[in-house]
């Protein structure tokens, strides 16, 4: 349907600050606007691209975990490997609304982050840095996908 | 905040008769209100004109995660210092005026966080902002070469065991704040405090005393001259380095090289150039973990003031791209991605008084 969640959004944002942003001299209502303007101008990307940009990184990071689970098993580490196999049973699941989708990529990003937090661990119980290269070169795309929905829009002044 | 109700509190505090006869909200007050006030003290024949500031915790609690009354006894403690501050006055910790958040108040110092015509394009204010960098740099260094154990910073504030421990002391301090306060999993933050690990500074340039929070829209200047360092937050005893590469632009309103070397010599210490971009670094890591702190109460829907998201929502993704940036660069490389990269909140800050 024309115009769009997006086109909307994005021209309620415009005639915010085009139209209604010159004619406020309160420094307060002001920031408010500005801080509007730049959330609206936000959920307007983030409508269009956030369900694609989770299930491409979902099976991104499924992906990422079995290699994980793998060189993790007969490591010794059985709370990482444990914590793994957790995050895999949820992002096994499809999940049915944006809510699940986002309790998904959570479950996921823990995991990722307890196994970069116990980097030492993990390198001296797989002798090397195989598992924290998988992981970084994950999260730098996911810093890659990702970028789009906060850069350039959250650059501009915040309040 | 209520007049009337303000001006009884006041009253009952102070101990005698007073009219509120100004009252307004320094901005842009994000992260703690801070309220401006004048009184007409004493009896309607013949009042005195005082100045107060109130400064108390927002609804939504503060940005960095640290106790006001930490703040309070900063401000207690540095004014039996050399160091010009603001006279704190009380701490109150549930006062009915505020609904239960704490407050302190101080006296108020006559000026202005504001340097309006700095940014000028003309030989006058490229003269003038030599002059406020000068005097910014030697403050500090009164500052930082500042005998804090005379003083009793020790008896409230972490102390660091030698210059060779307290950059390590200070990430893990931070490391374990943010595992308390973030408002998600950031494992690319982790990956980035595994760089710090990495990259720490052999040994603090010095064991100072260190603000936190400085440079321009956080001290009360009048003539151009500091009159009163303001928001001590953040205090800590550490590496001067970090408040230095943490000074809101300071070392770029003059030669920043010409700058530093007049700092190292009001302070009696050289500051390593590993440590000054390991802490422009580092003051991106803690810029993040107080704007997503700051989230918290607009996650709960205690403060829903929109700048609470695009700060500790927003802002915070951004931090976290930069902070992605850095894995694998030493430090000189990553503290340009940062300088590069990092946007100032303080863009058109506008904060009025004391």
Same mark, same amino acid.
């Given at each position: 349907?024309?115009?769009?969640?997006?086109?909307?959004?994005?021209?309620?944002?415009?005639?915010?600050? @085009?139209q209604?942003?010159?004619l406020?001299q309160?420094?307060?209502?002001?920031? #408010?606007?500005?801080?509007?303007?730049?959330?609206?101008?936000?959920?307007?990307?983030?409508?269009?691209?956030?369900?694609?940009?989770?299930?491409? @990184?979902?099976? @991104?990071?499924?992906?990422?975990?079995?290699?994980?689970?793998?060189?993790?098993?007969?490591?010794?580490?059985?709370?990482?490997?444990?914590a793994?196999?957790?995050?895999?049973?949820?992002?096994?699941?499809?999940?049915a609304?944006?809510a699940?989708?986002?309790?998904?990529? @959570?479950?996921?990003?823990?995991a990722?982050?307890?196994l970069?937090?116990?980097?030492?661990?993990?390198?001296?119980?797989?002798?090397?840095?195989?598992?924290? #290269?998988?992981?970084?070169?994950?999260?730098g795309?996911?810093?890659?996908?990702?970028?789009e929905?906060?850069?350039p829009?959250f650059?501009?002044?915040?309040? | 905040?209520?007049?009337?109700?303000?001006?009884?509190y006041?009253a009952?505090?102070?101990?005698?008769?007073?009219?509120?006869?100004?009252?307004?909200?320094?901005?842009?007050?994000?992260?703690?209100?801070?309220w401006?006030?004048?009184?007409?003290r004493?009896s309607?024949?013949?009042?005195?004109?005082?100045?107060?500031?109130?400064?108390?915790?927002?609804?939504?609690g503060?940005?960095?995660?640290?106790?006001?009354e930490?703040?309070?006894?900063?401000? +207690?403690?540095?004014?039996?210092?050399?160091?010009? +501050?603001a006279?704190?006055?009380?701490?109150?910790?549930?006062?009915?005026?505020?609904?239960?958040?704490?407050?302190?108040?101080?006296?108020?110092?006559?000026?202005?966080?504001?340097?309006?015509?700095?940014?000028?394009?003309?030989?006058?204010?490229?003269?003038?902002?030599?002059?406020?960098?000068?005097?910014?740099?030697?403050?500090?260094?009164?500052?930082?070469?500042?005998?804090?154990?005379?003083?009793?910073?020790?008896?409230?504030?972490?102390?660091?065991?030698?210059?060779?421990e307290?950059?390590?002391?200070?990430?893990?301090?931070?490391?374990?704040?943010?595992?308390?306060?973030?408002?998600a999993?950031?494992?690319?933050?982790?990956?980035?405090?595994?760089?710090?690990?990495?990259?720490?500074?052999?040994?603090?340039?010095?064991?100072?005393?260190?603000?936190?929070?400085?440079?321009?829209?956080?001290?009360?200047?009048?003539?151009?001259?500091?009159?009163?360092?303001?928001d001590?937050e953040?205090a800590?005893?550490?590496?001067?380095c970090?408040?230095?590469a943490?000074?809101?632009?300071?070392?770029?309103?003059?030669?920043r090289?010409?700058?530093?070397?007049?700092?190292?010599?009001a302070?009696?210490?050289?500051?390593?150039a590993?440590?000054?971009?390991?802490y422009?670094?580092?003051n991106?890591?803690k810029?993040?973990?107080?704007?997503?702190?700051?989230?918290h109460?607009?996650?709960?829907?205690?403060?829903?003031?929109?700048?609470?998201?695009?700060?500790?929502?927003?802002k +915070?993704?951004?931090?976290?791209?930069?902070?992605?940036?850095i894995?694998?660069l030493?430090?000189?490389?990553?503290?340009?991605?940062i300088?590069?990269g990092?946007?100032?909140?303080?863009?058109?800050?506008? +904060?009025a008084?004391?």
């Amino acid at each position: 349907m024309r115009p769009s969640n997006a086109e909307l959004l994005e021209s309620i944002a415009q005639a915010l600050e @085009d139209q209604v942003g010159p004619l406020v001299q309160d420094q307060w209502a002001a920031s #408010t606007l500005r801080s509007a303007v730049q959330l609206l101008r936000h959920v307007a990307i983030r409508g269009v691209r956030e369900p694609g940009l989770l299930a491409e @990184d979902r099976a @991104d990071v499924r992906s990422v975990l079995e290699a994980v689970r793998a060189r993790l098993a007969g490591a010794g580490l059985p709370e990482l490997e444990h914590a793994v196999t957790t995050a895999l049973g949820v992002a096994a699941r499809e999940p049915a609304d944006a809510a699940a989708a986002a309790g998904c990529d @959570d479950a996921c990003q823990v995991a990722v982050e307890r196994l970069i937090a116990a980097r030492a661990a993990v390198r001296q119980a797989t002798g090397g840095v195989e598992i924290e #290269t998988l992981l970084s070169a994950y999260l730098g795309r996911r810093l890659a996908r990702e970028r789009e929905l906060y850069l350039p829009v959250f650059l501009g002044p915040p309040f | 905040m209520d007049p009337q109700r303000l001006e009884q509190y006041l009253a009952e505090k102070l101990g005698e008769p007073l009219r509120v006869t100004g009252l307004s909200q320094a901005f842009p007050g994000l992260s703690r209100e801070t309220w401006l006030v004048r009184v007409a003290r004493g009896s309607a024949g013949a009042p005195l004109d005082a100045g107060y500031v109130v400064r108390a915790d927002s609804p939504g609690g503060p940005f960095p995660p640290v106790p006001l009354e930490f703040e309070y006894q900063v401000y +207690v403690h540095v004014a039996r210092t050399p160091v010009p +501050v603001a006279r704190a006055l009380w701490y109150d910790a549930a006062p009915a005026l505020t609904d239960g958040r704490p407050l302190f108040v101080r006296e108020m110092v006559e000026g202005s966080t504001l340097l309006p015509g700095l940014g000028d394009d003309t030989e006058a204010a490229a003269a003038r902002r030599k002059r406020v960098a000068l005097e910014h740099a030697e403050k500090l260094a009164l500052l930082h070469r500042l005998d804090w154990r005379q003083y009793g910073f020790g008896a409230f504030m972490d102390v660091p065991a030698s210059v060779e421990e307290a950059p390590r002391r200070e990430l893990l301090h931070w490391w374990r704040v943010w595992e308390q306060v973030r408002t998600a999993p950031f494992p690319v933050v982790t990956e980035a405090l595994h760089w710090f690990a990495d990259h720490l500074p052999r040994r603090a340039a010095n064991l100072s005393l260190c603000k936190g929070q400085n440079g321009i829209g956080e001290e009360i200047w009048r003539d151009d001259r500091i009159v009163a360092l303001c928001d001590w937050e953040l205090a800590h005893i550490g590496d001067p380095c970090q408040d230095l590469a943490l000074s809101q632009g300071m070392l770029k309103l003059w030669d920043r090289d010409r700058l530093i070397a007049h700092y190292e010599r009001a302070a009696g210490f050289a500051l390593p150039a590993e440590n000054m971009s390991y802490y422009i670094v580092w003051n991106a890591f803690k810029s993040m973990l107080a704007l997503n702190n700051g989230l918290h109460g607009f996650l709960s829907g205690r403060y829903r003031r929109l700048a609470r998201a695009t700060l500790g929502y927003g802002k +915070v993704k951004v931090y976290e791209q930069l902070l992605g940036a850095i894995v694998g660069l030493d430090v000189h490389r990553a503290a340009e991605v940062i300088m590069s990269g990092q946007p100032s909140p303080y863009h058109h800050r506008r +904060v009025a008084g004391g």
